[in-house]
């Protein structure tokens, strides 16, 4: 079976830093770009940021270019979300995703995780 196990989310004041990890299992890691989705509440979901396994290229959402980092241990099939100076506004429920190597990443996804919750307290 399909894995996207997240983790990592919490409770953080404004300014701080919280890293996120999805363990991923039950498919080839290699062969997806694995990512992170993000839903407040009353919001759409946003894809925030991508990874591609294969080659390394990154993608970042520009509400958080800058102040996220995502990174992947192929080793390990996991992949981390490190996110700097927290704002009020990235208050969500954040969830991994694996799909294909396409552009833009975040439009063919095929597997989701379950969510992991961020607040952010001003």
């Known amino acids: 079976d399909v894995q996207l196990q997240a983790s990592g989310g919490g409770l953080v004041q404004a300014g701080g830093s919280l890293r996120l990890s999805c363990a991923a299992s039950?498919?080839?890691?290699?062969?997806?770009?694995i990512g992170w989705f993000r839903q407040a509440p009353g919001k759409e979901r946003e894809g925030v940021s991508g990874?591609?396994?294969?080659?390394?290229?990154?993608y970042y959402a520009d509400s958080v270019k800058g102040r996220f980092t995502i990174s992947s241990d192929n080793a390990k099939n996991t992949v981390y979300l490190q996110m700097n100076s927290l704002k009020p506004e990235d208050t969500a429920v954040y969830y991994c995703?694996?799909?294909?190597?396409?552009?833009?990443?975040?439009?063919?996804?095929?597997?989701w995780g379950k969510g992991t919750l961020v607040t952010v307290s001003s």
């Open positions: 995703t694996a799909g294909p190597p396409v552009n833009p990443w975040y439009s063919a996804i095929r597997y």
């Open positions: 990874i591609s396994s294969s080659d390394g290229n990154t």
């Open positions: 039950g498919f080839t890691f290699d062969d997806y770009t």
